[in-house]
């Protein structure tokens, strides 16, 4: 640390702005300044009038960013800082140009479950805090010149080239040279990130490196000098940093290449760890929230396998003692297998962490795939360009990387099918994490330090092999062994998940009637986040789309090898009349080769102290879906928890003789004033209800009705759109209720 301060400086102002953060200063200013916004649109109509300028926009142009952005309320100016602002109707607004936008203001939204992408924390990175939707707007001033503008308008010909020229592959292209997944199809995502290959489809600093030093090495074969070639490299990486959206490991392979280029035209000696740590101080000067942004930490750890885990391995395995008997091929890839084991070694706990899983082939993957990635980039680059004045010939000139992506789609269909392709091991806790780099910084270092002095290095390399293992398995330490029970927040839907002691999975229903891709995008990342691969049961109320359709997309994944949570068991209920979404679930749970079970009244299903009880339907029902609902009643000791489906009073007066006291409640059709009835209440006496609904639900959930009678039994409420994600943990013979986010 000593010889390179900049390492020091870096660490010091991490801790310090990690220190701020769970001290609660670094929010303060923001949410004062946010309170004075809600306040207001709390006051008035959503609907506002925006005034700011355009810098940044989206290839289809419905997307705007604006910066220096207002509301003006006569003649108070209320900040804004930045907005995104999507459009209503797509339309041409200049970069640079003053505008005034009209539409729906709206805080970005937080997450509601664990796991759940966290859109605030990322547009938090970019220092955006609202957003508008359903905009239009108008210029009220032109710049008189913008080289972001030229920049843009030469995005949307790139756009346009690959589009018409690069076929099939146009959308792969696109996110890989300018950043734009808009187009990406999600079959692709899927296959690349289960053979670990994902980080190809983004603008990552392995892409930055290769372009800006292929541009520096052709202009100095066309004679010009260091400082010339150097200058231009540079710019036009700076340039290409704007154009593609100066993402964080953009502008972090940018900073390091002006380093490097700075350090050829003064002659001094460049430093790869002093490079990492200016550039981070950099970044974390102009956006604080990078820190905690899985991005900025996975493209730091990077840099930090190659400067400081890959120079131990090379002393450990001797790499850099290259035995004249070994073929070149077997050297390049021995070092190329040091490098991708070097950045897993460093990034491990922070991929976990934000990601929940790791492909368990990836190092074999990529050892395959990477030597061909400069091919496909200098492909698209060129393709691109020639693209804007000749279609044809780009087509051929993009036929190298053709090839290759074809390449690669086969390495991720073979990847799809491998046994245990990908490891799911949950978001560790921050002891994981603290433990693994202490044990792993350890063997490191006293690997490189005894291995030059030991004569049985065959030992040591073992013992560090071994540390490793038992450092990754840190991780596979399940999380603490009780009955949970989590209603997550699914929107207009219903979605609970059942773990119990033994560690088994059963999901009640998982459906929404208005959050698209419930499944993906909220149900598989819960499930991952816990370190959940398998769900042993899923048990299905009725068949009404806000109860199923996550369920559908699960299977469809599944069936397609496209999920690492498999699905082991379908519960259905028992209709003689079956509608067509139930044989459309059934179907699809055949081609997904699930287990299929017909269940009703009087069947049940134990695992040692946990009970699930079939309360309904009777056999021969079906005709009305809700009132028909599978009814589940859990039994863990003394713990008893409820599943109602969408049942109304009808069908509770059927079963309330079967019940007794109950501790936990879902409450019925979420919330409706015609289910939950006052002698269900009275019998069953529970004491947490939870009420899953969404906030703009346009059927009046929960109805005050029933909510009044809940709170006259002395029932505590919680209510899925105002907590999120609502989880019961039963230990003993208590039970205590974590919400994921604060009512307030």
């Not at 279609?391 to 051929?396: C, D, H, L």
């Not at 092999?465 to 009780?482: D, E, K």
């Amino acid at each position: 640390m000593i010889k390179r301060p900049l390492c020091l400086l870096c660490l010091i102002f991490m801790v310090v702005i990690w220190g701020m953060q769970i001290s609660g200063l670094s929010e303060n200013r923001q949410s004062r300044e946010n309170a004075v916004v809600s306040s207001y649109l709390q006051e008035h109509s959503q609907v506002v009038r925006i005034y700011g300028q355009i810098y940044r926009r989206s290839s289809d142009q419905s997307a705007y960013n604006l910066k220096n952005s207002y509301l003006q309320v006569q003649s108070q100016v209320i900040p804004l800082k930045n907005v995104k602002v999507y459009m209503k109707e797509a339309a041409h607004f200049p970069v640079g140009s003053s505008v005034v936008m009209t539409g729906k203001l709206q805080e970005i939204p937080k997450a509601g479950n664990p796991g759940q992408f966290d859109s605030v924390l990322y547009y938090q990175t970019q220092n955006i805090f609202w957003r508008m939707v359903n905009a239009h707007g108008e210029v009220k001033e032109l710049p008189l010149w913008s080289y972001r503008e030229i920049l843009a308008n030469l995005r949307d010909k790139l756009f346009v080239s690959l589009e018409t020229a690069g076929n099939t592959y146009a959308p792969v292209y696109e996110a890989m040279l300018l950043g734009d997944k808009s187009n990406l199809d999600e079959n692709v995502k899927d296959r690349y990130q289960m053979a670990g290959l994902l980080h190809m489809l983004a603008i990552s600093g392995t892409h930055l490196t290769l372009l800006g030093m292929g541009c520096f090495q052709i202009l100095q074969r066309m004679g010009a000098s260091i400082s010339l070639a150097g200058s231009i490299s540079v710019f036009l990486l700076f340039s290409y940093g704007i154009l593609t959206g100066e993402g964080v490991a953009t502008m972090r392979a940018l900073c390091m290449f002006v380093v490097v280029m700075g350090a050829k035209m003064t002659g001094r000696t460049y430093d790869l760890l002093s490079a990492m740590s200016l550039s981070a101080v950099f970044l974390l000067i102009s956006s604080p929230s990078y820190l905690f942004y899985s991005g900025f930490l996975l493209s730091f750890g990077c840099i930090c396998g190659v400067g400081i885990v890959l120079p131990c391995l090379e002393q450990i395995f001797s790499l850099k003692k290259q035995n004249p008997k070994h073929k070149k091929w077997s050297v390049a890839i021995g070092n190329a297998l040091a490098v991708s084991l070097s950045i897993q070694v460093a990034t491990l706990p922070v991929t976990l962490y934000f990601f929940y899983e790791v492909p368990v082939y990836g190092l074999l993957w990529n050892l395959i795939a990477l030597p061909a990635l400069s091919v496909v980039l200098l492909s698209a680059v060129v393709g691109s360009m020639v693209g804007m004045f000749f279609t044809k010939a780009a087509s051929f000139v993009l036929l190298p990387g053709n090839w290759i992506l074809r390449g690669y789609d086969w390495l991720g269909f073979l990847a799809q099918r491998f046994p245990a392709t990908t490891w799911v091991a949950g978001q560790p806790h921050i002891w994981q994490i603290i433990l693994y780099y202490v044990l792993m910084g350890a063997a490191l270092w006293c690997g490189s330090v005894f291995v030059k002095k030991s004569e049985k290095k065959g030992n040591i390399r073992a013992l560090l092999l071994g540390i490793w293992a038992v450092s990754v398995g840190i991780f596979a330490i399940p999380h603490s062994a009780c009955l949970s029970v989590t209603c997550l927040d699914v929107g207009q839907g219903d979605c609970a998940v059942v773990v119990t002691p033994k560690k088994h999975c059963h999901l009640i229903d998982g459906g929404s009637s208005n959050v698209s891709d419930v499944g993906r995008y909220r149900i598989l990342p819960y499930l991952k986040s816990q370190g959940i691969s398998s769900v042993d049961y899923v048990w299905v109320s009725h068949t009404d789309s806000d109860h199923i359709s996550g369920i559908l997309e699960m299977l469809q994944l599944q069936a397609q090898h496209r999920s690492s949570v498999r699905i082991q068991n379908l519960m259905l209920p028992d209709w003689k009349s079956c509608p067509e979404n139930y044989e459309n679930l059934k179907k699809t749970a055949q081609e997904a080769d699930v287990n299929i079970y017909v269940v009703g009244k009087g069947d049940s299903l134990k695992e040692g102290e946990v009970v699930f009880h079939v309360l309904q339907p009777d056999v021969g029902q079906g005709e009305d879906v809700n009132e028909d609902s599978q009814v589940l009643l859990l039994k863990a000791g003394e713990f008893q928890a409820l599943f109602t489906g969408d049942i109304g009073t009808k069908a509770e007066a059927r079963i309330v003789g079967m019940l007794e006291d109950i501790d936990f409640l879902k409450v019925a059709h979420h919330g409706s004033r015609y289910s939950t009835g006052e002698a269900f209440l009275k019998k069953t006496k529970p004491e947490i209800a939870v009420i899953s609904c969404s906030s703009t639900n346009r059927y009046g959930h929960p109805g005050a009705e029933t909510v009044k009678r809940l709170q006259q039994e002395n029932c505590r409420i919680w209510y899925t759109m105002k907590s999120g994600a609502i989880t019961v943990r039963v230990k003993a013979k208590t039970f205590r209720v974590e919400p994921f986010l604060s009512e307030n």
